[in-house]
């Protein structure tokens, strides 16, 4: 069992940048690709951004493309997601996700076993 702890968030204005972290926590051969994903109130959670284990392969949605960077810490089991240039859009609860595979950055969240609580950024105009 693999354990999610979500931190950073917080309100901004527009143009802001912010960093979230989501701290893994059980059993390191359980942790492998970790990604992030957002909701508002009545949609569905959508895909943001995805690492894999080693880190060299990373995936972003067309909407963060060249705004968000993610990135982990594997000696310290986390994973960040580093928001620049915010926008009112971005507003929603973002939530940190781990997988079993190693391999791969998928964007569907049936890829994921594991999911944090949620953190809130609120973006404002």
């Known amino acids: 069992q693999v354990q999610l702890v979500e931190s950073g968030g917080g309100l901004v204005q527009t143009g802001d940048s912010l960093r979230l972290s989501c701290a893994a926590s059980g059993r390191s051969l359980s942790i492998g690709g970790m990604g992030w994903f957002r909701q508002v109130p009545g949609k569905e959670r959508e895909f943001v951004a995805a690492i894999s284990r080693s880190g060299g392969n990373m995936g972003y949605a067309d909407s963060v493309k060249g705004r968000f960077t993610v990135s982990r810490d594997n000696v310290k089991n986390t994973v960040y997601l580093e928001m620049n240039i915010l926008k009112p859009e971005d507003t929603a609860v973002y939530y940190c996700?781990?997988?079993?595979?190693?391999?791969?950055?998928?964007?569907?969240?049936?890829?994921?076993?594991?999911w944090g609580q949620g953190t809130q950024v609120t973006v404002s105009s």
């Open positions: 996700a781990v997988r079993r595979n190693f391999a791969g950055v998928p964007q569907t969240r049936d890829a994921y076993d594991y």
